[in-house]
Nanobody, 125 residues
């Protein structure tokens, strides 16, 4: 499975962005996909997860109510709509996928076998 993330950029606080993650190669086996982010000097952290078949979604408390993840199965693409962005949302955003990820393990980086290259999101104050 190959993942290609896109859609990052520079936005003012309070603004919005939509990230995309296009999957290719063996996508029929994907069970779930997640979004993670890594700010300078910090560890990579979980942002959101979506189950590929059922579409159930889960979010980190820091983004709940502001970010929405969705997927278009026909296009093999996952999205992250980010509203009311804050300077602390500045990070490189990564998408990840796995064939056997579970709700219990969706926040764990090591549980994902496939990763996109990351896209930079910068929020100015």
């Amino acid at each position: 499975v190959q993942l290609q993330a896109s859609g990052g950029g520079l936005v003012q606080a309070g603004g919005s962005l939509r990230l995309s993650c296009a999957a290719s190669g063996g996508t029929n086996g994907i069970y779930g996909m997640g979004w993670f982010r890594q700010a300078p000097g910090k560890e990579r952290e979980f942002v959101a997860f979506i189950s590929w078949r059922g579409g159930s979604t889960y979010y980190a408390d820091s983004v709940k109510g502001r970010f929405t993840t969705s997927r278009d199965s026909a296009k093999n693409t996952m999205y992250l709509r980010m509203n009311n962005l804050k300077p602390e949302d500045t990070a490189v955003y990564y998408c990840a996928a796995d064939l056997k990820i579970t709700i219990a393990t969706m926040t764990l980086i090591d549980e994902y076998d496939y990763w996109g290259q990351g896209t930079q999101v910068t929020v100015s104050s």
